[in-house]
Nanobody, 125 residues
Framework: QVQLVESGGGLVQAGGSLSLSCAASGRTFSSAVMGWFRQAPGKEREFVAAITFGLTRYRYADSVKGRFTISRDNAKNTVHLQMNSLKPEDTAVYYC??????????????????WGQGTQVTVSS
């Protein structure tokens, strides 16, 4: 498994930007598919973005396409989520996740075997 710690959440006005980071420990990070999910109060945890290793492939939820960008630095064992043009509906706890062996499509919660503790993002209107 991979141990994950998120940082970078906070309060921002609508239209603003935030950058989240996820620091990973564990030798399998460079071969893991990394994802970001979010969970708003009273709602299910939902997929936000994922990035593969090697020949880099990206996937985004329709709700964040064109506004969010996921990236990774395997040398530093980190994955980032740059969030621009934030909206109040982006308010949620954001979680970093790692898929160290194939368990399913990277846009599904059950595909991941390691999770961070989450970081709060609040977007005011």
């Amino acid at each position: 498994q991979v141990q994950l710690v998120e940082s970078g959440g906070g309060l921002v006005q609508a239209g603003g930007s935030l950058s989240l980071s996820c620091a990973a420990s564990g030798r399998t990070f460079s071969s893991a598919v990394m994802g970001w999910f979010r969970q708003a109060p009273g709602k299910e945890r939902e997929f936000v973005a994922a990035i593969t290793f090697g020949l880099t492939r990206y996937r985004y939820a329709d709700s964040v396409k064109g506004r969010f960008t996921i990236s990774r630095d395997n040398a530093k064992n980190t994955v980032h989520l740059q969030m621009n043009s934030l909206k109040p509906e982006d308010t949620a706890v954001y979680y970093c996740a790692a898929q160290t062996y194939y368990k399913g499509s990277p846009d599904t919660r059950d595909a991941y075997d390691s999770w961070g503790q989450g970081t709060q993002v609040t977007v005011s209107s």
